[in-house]
């Protein structure tokens, strides 16, 4: 069974930091990312890498994420820095090509 485990949301002031982790199970994914789901807004791509570390990032969050994953360990983690109000939302991992984890909450407080 393919399933995705995020953790490591919560509750952070603004310009404060979070590590989200991602544990997959039952598959290797080539490729891993991070999305994001405001309230009242679609779904955001936010983050990808690939099984070699390559990596892109959305404008909105590039020079603030960092996108990781330790292939031994199966698990993609995003690093978020100087977090702002803005960045609040459920945040998803997902697994090419089409799977999600259940999702963690991220609320910054301004």
């Known amino acids: 069974q393919v399933q995705l485990v995020e953790s490591g949301g919560g509750l952070v002031q603004a310009g404060g930091s979070l590590r989200l982790s991602c544990v997959a199970s039952g598959t290797f994914f080539v490729a891993m990312g991070w999305y994001r789901q405001a309230p009242g807004k679609q779904r955001e791509l936010l983050a990808l890498?690939?099984?070699?570390?390559?990596?892109n990032y959305a404008d909105s969050v590039k020079g603030r994420f960092t996108i990781s994953r330790e292939n031994a360990k199966n698990t993609v983690y995003l690093e978020m820095n100087s977090l702002k109000p803005e960045d609040t939302g459920v945040y998803y991992c997902?697994?090419?090509?089409?799977?999600w984890g259940q999702g963690t909450q991220v609320t910054v407080s301004s």
């Open positions: 890498i690939n099984r070699v570390g390559s990596t």
């Open positions: 997902w697994g090419a090509p089409n799977s």
